[in-house]
Structures are given as structure tokens and as C-alpha cells.
């Protein structure tokens, strides 16, 4: 299946990192869902080697 779902990245000066939200999910998943050093490396850790998301969503419309 191919689902599309928001995805917003932002640079927290706080933690000095770019936090990553899914806005879809802000009542069922803890947020911010991941983070990283740059833009691109907290996008990629929404992804395993294989290109799949790193965990399961329910099958929203």
C-alpha cells in the first residue's frame, strides 16, 4: 500500500536538532517521532534499508 502522510520537519534551537512530526498522528504516536543533526537524516530515519517506514500506521483514509 502506499499511504501519504504529512510529514513536517523543523530545526529545534533547544535541542540543537531537526525534529521531525507526523501531524496526522498527534493523538496516537508521541511526537516528535524522530530526530536528527540535518534535514535529510531525520527524514531518513523514518526509513529502514529496505525503504519502509520503521513502524506500523493504522490504514487511515
Not at 512530526?21 to 493523538?27: G, S, T, V
Not at 531525520?42 to 529502514?48: P, S
Request: hydrophobic share 35%; proline share 3%; net charge negative.
Amino acid at each position: 500500500m502506499n499511504y501519504k502522510y504529512q510529514i513536517t520537519i523543523v530545526w529545534s534551537q533547544e535541542d540543537e536538532c531537526y525534529l521531525a512530526y507526523l501531524p496526522d498522528f498527534a493523538d496516537e504516536i508521541m511526537q516528535p517521532v524522530t530526530h536528527g543533526d540535518t534535514y535529510e537524516s531525520a527524514l531518513k530515519k523514518w526509513f529502514g534499508s529496505n525503504g519502509r517506514i520503521n513502524f506500523t500506521v493504522s490504514s487511515r483514509k
